[in-house]
């Protein structure tokens, strides 16, 4: 019985008609905008390893411009040019001996604008809480370039204004950022001292981490990358969900063609 019950879960689909309808279409929506020449021969899935991600140093604020220079760099925008700034910590969830604030309010994780001075210079602003969590500062970095990126774009997402944020997401993954908006679309945190206990949970961006997840997956299976390379890189939680949206993306051979068939260049490096 209990193996029954989960094969009928694990059939269930990931995400639901609607919302790969959007997926797939803006796909294809990146891949005329961004360039299929770029997609297939420049992309690489990038991981958290030290392979992509060599840089240390014990200064943070250096170590975060070695990791946002080497996003801009992996996301082949290197020459795109902005400014980094920090933005104000996160209140501490922990304020006082037995006093612990569940939900903490959070800022953002980033913000993506233009300069108050007239000059048109692209500003990209991080939580310096982050410092702590690269994988989510990689992340964040990923999206606010992808708004950068969308720049280019001749015409708004499928959806229009309102899915310009949601599909801001997926253009990070589209450049190869998939493993790290997956991994950090969700956390839960908890906090322990001599004093007090407490936890918080946290979204990150505008898609859910099934979303992300077969985001992902159709990225893989466009350019050929196994399910065994990526799974270990994925949290555990993800990992099943993982397979599902693989299944189910290369069950869907006539979207994928239809993506295949794109043949668009658009040199952005």
Not at 98 to 117: E, R, S, Y
Not at 240 to 257: H, Q, R, T, W, Y
């Amino acid at each position: 019985m209990i193996n029954t019950i989960k094969a009928l879960f694990r059939s269930k689909p990931l995400v639901d008609d609607d919302t790969k309808a959007w997926i797939f279409d803006t796909y294809a929506w990146a891949l005329n905008n961004f360039g299929s020449d770029v997609f297939y021969e420049d992309t690489v899935l990038v991981s958290p390893t030290n392979d992509f991600f060599p840089d240390r140093s014990n200064d943070p604020e250096e170590l975060v411009r070695l990791i946002f220079d080497r996003v801009k760099k992996l996301a082949g925008m290197e020459e795109w040019e902005c400014e980094l700034s920090a933005q104000d910590s996160d209140v501490n969830p922990v304020v006082a001996p037995t006093v612990v604030i569940h939900n903490a309010p959070k800022g953002p994780a980033g913000t993506f604008g233009l300069k108050n001075d007239n000059s048109n210079i692209v500003n990209i602003t991080y939580n310096p809480d982050l410092i702590s969590n690269p994988e989510m500062l990689i992340a964040t970095f990923a999206h606010e370039l992808s708004h950068y990126l969308s720049f280019i774009a001749t015409d708004l997402p499928p959806g229009g204004e309102d899915a310009v944020e949601p599909a801001t997401d997926l253009i990070a993954v589209f450049i190869g950022f998939g493993i790290f908006l997956a991994n950090t679309a969700f956390t839960y945190e908890s906090y322990t001292s001599v004093d007090a206990q407490g936890w918080s949970v946290q979204s990150q961006g505008y898609l859910s981490q099934d979303d992300l997840v077969y985001i992902l997956s159709i990225f893989c299976v466009l350019k050929g990358i196994s399910i065994s390379s990526v799974e270990p890189l994925l949290k555990k939680s993800l990992r099943l969900n993982f397979k599902i949206a693989m299944k189910d993306v290369l069950g869907s051979p006539e979207e994928i063609e239809r993506l295949r068939l794109i043949r668009k260049i658009v040199k952005i490096r």
